[in-house]
């Protein structure tokens, strides 16, 4: 790639930023600023590849060409500079982003091939975030044993490293397995202690996300909690959560939150609240303006809840809604 000169990339940086913040979450406006900022002031290719990379994940959600582009530019400046442990960094990008357009054999051979750099340099951090990546992957699979294996061994890491956002993250990964495979008594067991220890961390975003998956246990099918109480529960660790991804206006997931209390008041046969949280719910996706499958379930989601009001209008043209964006997403 042709490399601009440190003014000239400067200004295309500003130009871009401008041009992608309106359709990325607003309340990261901040802290593109600052990276913009410390751009500007950098001076070595690895300080400027390591910002690079920050704004390529930042943006991978908004706009994933623009997120590759500097991930691409960040992995040019790192080859200048011979860095291997920041080069190996863009080939994590890579196999997040094949994993997150489903290429999940593309990913695992990057991930794979990433976990024995990982072992030469030696980089535990990397090592880590490669196994939890081949996790993910394996878990979209439905291959559970294999997730498992990989979730565990990113737990072995960050445990021995006493790092404990990454412990925290670790025990997420395996309560987000035990809810995919159905056992919510097991996910509570690794949800709680994910909770214990992001609670002595700063990362708001990241116990929302953990209250949220709590709520999720308690909204399954939990058998030894009585029915009304666990949707009880279920309410309290979703609202936990939604005031946390408001504190720092985490649209986005706030949407998908939302549309998970409008699921608990539905089976409580609460309609007009169902309504309240599901319209909430489609109202905040839309102003966040990114096309996913979360934002088509919620539409599904209000369209069923006028069935049973016999307002089938409304119903057609939620449901519609919602297919219409699957089959853009597919």
């Not at 130009?15 to 002031?41: I, K």
């Not at 993910?136 to 990989?150: F, K």
């Not at 209000?302 to 409304?314: A, I, M, Q, T």
């Amino acid at each position: 790639m042709h490399r601009c000169s440190l003014f000239g990339w400067i200004l295309i940086l500003g130009m871009v930023l401008c041009a992608v913040l309106p359709s990325a979450r607003a309340q990261d406006q901040h802290y593109y600023d600052s990276l913009h900022a410390a751009y500007a002031f950098a001076t070595q290719d690895t300080d400027r590849a390591d910002i690079l990379m920050k704004l390529a994940v930042a943006l991978e959600d908004a706009d994933t060409s623009t997120a590759m582009s500097y991930a691409t530019e960040s992995y040019q400046l790192a080859k200048k500079a011979g860095d291997r442990r920041r080069m190996a960094r863009f080939d994590l990008f890579e196999a997040h982003e094949f994993s997150s357009e489903g290429i999940y054999d593309s990913s695992r051979s990057e991930l794979q091939r990433l976990v024995t750099v990982a072992q030469s340099l030696p980089d535990s951090e990397l090592l880590s975030q490669a196994y939890s990546q081949l996790g993910w992957n394996d878990l979209e699979l439905a291959s559970y044993d294999e997730a498992l294996d990989y979730f565990l061994a990113d737990l072995d890491i960050v445990q021995k490293k006493h790092d404990i956002a990454g412990i925290s993250n670790a025990f997420d990964n395996i309560g987000c397995l035990y809810l995919d495979e159905q056992e919510p008594e097991t996910a509570l067991n690794y949800l709680r202690q994910s909770l214990q220890y992001a609670e002595s961390g700063r990362d708001l975003r990241a116990r929302a996300a953990i209250y949220n998956n709590i709520g999720l246990s308690f909204n399954g099918p939990l058998h030894s909690v009585p029915f009304e109480a666990r949707l009880d529960s279920a309410l309290f660790y979703f609202r936990q959560s939604a005031r946390l991804y408001a504190s720092v206006d985490e649209k986005y997931q706030l949407a998908r939150v939302l549309g998970n209390m409008g699921s608990v008041f539905e089976k409580k046969g609460v309609l007009d609240s169902t309504l309240y949280y599901d319209r909430r719910s489609v109202a905040m996706h839309e102003s966040v303006g990114i096309h996913s499958t979360y934002e088509a379930a919620a539409y599904a989601q209000l369209g069923n809840v006028f069935v049973p009001l016999h307002r089938f209008d409304s119903a057609f043209h939620y449901l519609n809604l919602g297919r219409s964006i699957d089959e853009q997403i597919d």
